[in-house]
């Protein structure tokens, strides 16, 4: 399977705890794109990375959310001291700078994984 | 501030006829469009998409409209299939400012095709 990547598929966490969540993109792929989604919404753009640099974040990405690519390849996102307020879905997405224009803005994303704060 | 408006939650069509899903956005910053369609349990895939500068493309059963003045776009399906129900994403993205590509959803339309 070469597609996007993510894990674990569910996390259940108490409030208060920190938890790490792992995305490996589709291999040739430098960027990579963290969302959110709650119930009933759509994705919402958290932050984006060329290769290893994060080049844009959101304002929902607050002081308790990290993310990281530290090679380029995979990438985490950690959640520091979570709030029952960050039960939700994180998907991962990744795309290619190369190829055609439209095969460059198609987001290819993974399965998520589904958080749950207790 | 939700730029991509999906107004209706949900949507069920006969088999064999045609689903229409719409999409209203508000920043004509807006240059590139998506439909994505996702299952439970699994993320979003990728289905078709549309650039400012075209009104219409089509890919096999999906087509989709891009209406530039009124801000609008429709996904068109036909004939409608049972394994085309799933929750349907419209999204936008302001390609021009190079901004890595950020999508803006909308709140997606569940399509339920009955046999």
Redesign the interface.
């Known amino acids: 399977d070469t597609g996007?990547s993510q894990n674990p598929r569910h996390k259940i966490t108490k409030r208060g705890q920190n938890v790490t969540f792992r995305c490996d993109p589709i291999s040739e792929h430098n960027?990579l794109?963290w969302?959110r989604q709650t119930l009933?919404?759509?994705?919402?753009?958290l932050t984006?990375f060329?290769n290893e640099a994060q080049?844009?974040k959101s304002r929902l990405l607050s002081d308790r959310f990290s993310a990281e690519r530290p090679k380029g390849s995979f990438s985490t996102l950690e959640i520091q001291r979570t709030e029952q307020g960050d039960s939700a879905m994180y998907?991962c997405?990744s795309?290619s700078r190369q190829g055609a224009?439209?095969a460059k803005?198609?987001?290819?994303?993974?399965?998520?994984t589904r958080l749950s704060v207790l | 501030d939700q730029q991509?408006k999906?107004n209706s939650?949900s949507l069920s069509v006969q088999e064999g006829r045609i689903s229409i899903l719409n999409c209203d956005y508000t920043n004509s910053m807006f240059d590139?469009f998506?439909w994505?369609k996702k299952y439970p349990?699994?993320?979003?895939?990728?289905l078709i998409?549309i650039?400012s500068i075209k009104d219409k493309n089509e890919d096999g059963r999906f087509t989709v409209f891009l209406n530039k003045s009124a801000k609008h776009l429709s996904l068109h399906i036909v004939p409608s299939q049972p394994g085309d129900s799933a929750v349907y994403?419209c999204?936008a993205?302001a390609?021009l400012r190079n901004?890595?590509?950020?999508?803006?959803?909308?709140?997606?339309t569940s399509l339920t095709v009955i046999p």
């Open positions: 996007v960027r794109y969302y009933g919404q759509g994705p919402e753009f984006y060329q080049l844009e998907l997405a795309s224009w439209v803005n198609i987001q290819y994303f993974g399965a998520g | 991509v999906q939650p590139y998506l994505y349990a699994e993320g979003p895939t990728f998409s650039s994403f999204a993205s390609h901004t890595g590509n950020q999508f803006y959803f909308g709140t997606g």
